[in-house]
Each structure stands twice: as structure tokens, then as C-alpha cells.
Nanobody, 118 residues
């Protein structure tokens, strides 16, 4: 299993970024996927999840600002992040969640850094 995130960077408050996660080594179209993040000095925080049928779920603080999607033809999941805030600064990880549990993961990628700062 390989998960490779990309798309992070430095953005000003109020700006947008789109993260991508290229997946391989498993049956992507049948798998739920998650995004999680870890801010400096804090624990891992679940951000969003998407089931194989495309239904999406978000942590309360991301609702209305973040949109997760998937492209099964490309074995890729995306996280569109709008109206970014300094508190969104973190390393963002793509992960395969354990069955029926968005908060625990079988596999995750190396992460991509998102920094929101003026």
C-alpha cells in the first residue's frame, strides 16, 4: 500500500489549497479514505472521510470550508480547502481508515505541510 500526498504549501488566511493523495497497492474504489492532520505540538485530528459510494463526512470545524472528493479512475482523493485559517496549519495525512472507524487507520502517507500565515 502506498499513499502519496501533495499540494501543501504556504497560503495567506482566507486563501485556498487543494491537496491530492495518489493511492496504490489496494482496491481503491472499494476503500473508504480519510484525511487527518497534526498541528505542531498536538495530536492527530480527523478532518474528513469519504466512503466508496462517495458519501462524505467532516469534522465540525471543517464543515462548509473543506470538500473531500475522489476519482476512482485516477486512484486519487482530494481535499479542497477554502477560507483557510492560521489554526489550519498542520501536516495533512491521507489515510485508509479501519473498518467503521474514521479515527483509526491501517495505513497513512508521509504527509504534506500546510501553513496558513500572512
Amino acid at each position: 500500500v502506498q499513499l502519496v500526498e501533495s499540494g501543501g504549501g504556504l497560503v495567506q488566511p482566507g486563501g485556498s489549497l487543494r491537496l491530492s493523495c495518489a493511492a496504490s497497492g489496494f482496491t481503491f474504489s472499494s476503500s473508504a479514505m480519510s484525511w487527518a492532520r497534526q498541528a505542531p505540538g498536538k495530536g492527530l485530528e480527523w478532518v474528513s472521510g469519504i466512503k466508496s459510494d462517495g458519501s462524505t463526512y467532516y469534522a465540525d470545524s471543517m464543515k462548509g470550508r473543506f470538500t473531500m472528493s475522489r476519482d476512482n479512475a485516477k486512484n486519487t482523493v482530494y481535499l479542497q480547502m477554502n477560507s483557510l485559517k492560521p489554526e489550519d496549519t498542520a501536516v495533512y495525512y491521507c489515510a485508509i481508515p479501519k473498518r467503521n472507524n474514521w479515527y483509526d487507520y491501517d495505513y497513512w502517507g508521509q504527509g504534506t505541510q500546510v501553513t496558513v500565515s500572512s
